[in-house]
């Protein structure tokens, strides 16, 4: 029993991952604009993502397709 407790408690901690600052969010993604850096700009997208720019006639959709 306290080997299960010890396992699951030991989780806890690796299990969350650190939440980004709402406040860099924006500031991050016009640096990667800026710098044509793809990756850096769909970071904060997920699998299923769907992004509209003002400049685009389409949707892009997935992180995947934000990073080209």
């Not at 396992?7 to 901690?13: E, K, M, Q, V």
């Not at 860099?24 to 904060?44: K, Q």
């Not at 769907?50 to 992180?63: A, D, I, Y």
Request: hydrophobic share 50%; no cysteine.
């Amino acid at each position: 029993m306290r080997a299960a407790l010890a396992l699951l408690l030991a989780g806890i901690g690796t299990a969350q991952a650190a939440a980004p600052d709402p406040a860099a969010l924006p500031r991050e993604w016009a640096l990667a604009y800026a710098t044509n850096d793809g990756a850096r700009a769909a970071a904060p997208y997920t699998e299923d993502a769907r992004l509209w720019s003002s400049v685009s006639r389409e949707q892009t959709v997935g992180s995947a397709a934000i990073t080209a």
